[in-house]
DNA sequence: CCTTGGTGTTACCTCGGGTAACCTCGTACG
DNA sequence: CGTACGAGGTTACCCGAGGTAACACCAAGG
C-alpha cells in the first residue's frame, strides 16, 4: 500500500513494492531453507527486521502465504497452461503436463511443498482440500478436458471430477516420487499416463484364481 | 498399562484398558465437533480430565492421534480390503472399492477428514505427503493391483506408483465431492471409474481447433 | 503410626501468532 | 533555528496451545 518509502534507512531504495518484494524473497529463503513451517520470527529475522513490520505488509500469516503462493503459482500455473496448450496429440499432451509438473517439484522440492502442502491453518479452510495453486491447476486441467474431449451429457460433472483426480492423483504419485525417486521423471510420467489411459483395464488378467497362489511370482527386471 | 483403577471417582470400573478407550472416545467426540484441529485442552475438558492424564495415557499429542487414527483406520482398512477381494469382474472392483471410500468419508465426514489430513504435524513428517491411513490403502491397492494386473516388467514400479496415484485421486475427488455435494455418490463413483477406465483416452475428440477436429467417436452415456 | 505407590490437580514453561505502545529521525513549517 | 509531525521501526507484551514439574490425595501395608 503506502509502501513506497522516499528515503529507505536500510536497503535499496527502489520502486514501490520494493519493500514488498524483499520481505517475500525473504521468506522464500526461510521456506526454502525450514520448509512449509517457518515460522513468523524467522522470517522476520531472515528478512532483518521485527514482526510488526511483516504484520503491516501482510495482515497475517495467511497473507504473507497467500503472497508467497501467489507467486511461485504464476510459474507453476503457466508452465502447466503452456503445456495443456501445446499442439500435441492428446497421450502426448498428458505426458507433456505430467512431465511438466513433475519437473517442477523436481526443480524446487521446497517451494512446491509449500506450495502444495499449506499448513492447514494457512492455505485451506475446512472443506478445501486442494491448495490453491492446485485447485488451479485443477480447474485448467478440468477446462482442457471439456475443451478438448467430448464427453456426453455429463461432461461438466466428468471434467471437474477429473480436473480434482488427476491433480490429485500426481500430487500423490508425485510427492512419494519426489521423496523416494523410485525411477527417472521420465518413467514416472509413462507410469501415470498409462495409468490415466486405460492400462489398468486394458492390461491382460493375471493367471491367478480370486483366492488362489499365483503360479509364478516375479519376472526378471528387464 | 497400569490404568485398572480399583476405585475410579468419575466412571465406570472396566477392565484394564477402559480408560484409554473412554479417552479416546471423548477425543473422538471433540473431533467430531471440532474437527481435526481440536486441542488436547478440549479433548481433556470433554474426558473431564486434565490434561497430564491424558499425556500420561498418550506420550503426546502424535501418540494420541495416532492411536485414535490407527482405531478407525482399521475399520475404513478393512472395508477396503473386504472390497478388493470381492469376487467381482475387475471394472466393478473398481467401482466396489470406490464405493466403499466414498460412502465410508460420507458416513462420518469430520473422522476420515481427521484420518486423510492429519494437522500435517500429526500424523505426516516431511517427505510423508499421504497419511498413514491412506498410506496403508495405497499399499493395499497396489498389492491388489499386482495380484490380479499383467504389467510385465515394470510391475512393481507401476502398482505402487498407481496405488498411490489412485489414492491421491480418490481422495482428492472424495474431498470436494464431500464438500461440494454434486451429485450422488454411484455417479461419482462411475466418473471416477470412467477415469481410470481410459475413457480420458477412449473418448472422442471434441470438434475444436488446435490441433484439427476429429470425427466424432463417442458412444452414448450407458 | 508412618511410608509407599498410584491417580489427580494446579501452576508453570516454551514457543508461535498477533498487537499495543513507544521510540527515532528526517522533514516541513512557524 | 526550533518545534511539531508523520513514516518507519522496535521492544515488550497478550493469548492460546503443546508439554511438564511439583505438589495433593487416597488407599494399602509394614
Known sequence: MAGDGTAAPAGAAGGPGQRRKE??????RVIRRDGPRASMNAIAAEAGISKPILYRHFTDRQGLFAA??????????????????LP????????????TYLAAIEARPQVYRF???????????????LAPALQKIADEIAASVRRHVDLGAQADLLSE????????????????????????????????????????????????AATGAAPREREPEE
Open 23 to 28: 520481505l517475500l524473497d525473504a521468506a522464500d
Open 68 to 85: 508467497l503462493a501467489e507467486r511461485h503459482t504464476a510459474g507453476l500455473l503457466s508452465a502447466m497452461r503452456s503445456a495443456l496448450a
Open 88 to 99: 500435441l496429440e492428446r497421450r502426448d499432451l498428458v505426458e507433456a503436463v505430467l512431465d
Open 115 to 129: 506450495l502444495t502442502h499449506p499448513e492447514a491453518a494457512d492455505g485451506l479452510g475446512p472443506g478445501r482440500p
Open 161 to 208: 471430477t477429473w480436473g480434482r483426480g488427476i491433480t490429485g492423483m500426481v500430487l500423490a504419485a508425485g510427492d512419494w516420487w519426489l521423496a523416494e525417486r523410485p525411477c527417472p521423471r521420465e518413467e514416472m510420467v509413462r507410469a501415470l499416463a498409462d495409468l490415466l489411459w486405460g492400462r489398468l483395464a486394458a492390461a491382460g488378467q493375471r493367471p491367478v
